[in-house]
Structure formats: C-alpha cells, structure tokens
C-alpha cells in the first residue's frame, strides 16, 4: 500500500501497469518444509500478489 501511495502522489496518478515479483524461497527437501515456512512463502506470493492487485485496482 504505501508504494501504490508514493506512486500516486510522486506522478499525480494511478498506476497503469502493475508488476508483482515477490517471492518467498526455501532451500531443502519437501519432507524438511515445516508449516510455518510454507505459509509464509504462500503470504507473500499469492496474498501478496492479491492484495498489490486490489489497492492498484486496474479496470
């Protein structure tokens, strides 16, 4: 949100284009994945990206 802001009041306007790249990453095997790992990774990909996508809100 505070991006989206700053992109707001630095050019006067929306944003147009919205690129999203964020990533959560772990180094190991599936079977050393704990929970708590996997759902951070899911916050910041998926949530993440949902979220950038509702506050630029591109018609």
């Not at 690129?19 to 899911?42: C, H, R, T």
């Amino acid at each position: 949100k505070n991006a989206i802001d700053t992109i707001r009041k630095k050019f006067d306007n929306d944003p147009e284009v919205l690129l999203y790249n964020a990533s959560g990453f772990f180094y190991g095997g599936i079977l050393d994945l704990k929970p708590e790992v996997l759902q951070a990774a899911l916050n910041t990909t998926v949530v993440g990206a949902l979220a950038a996508s509702q506050e630029v809100n591109i018609n």
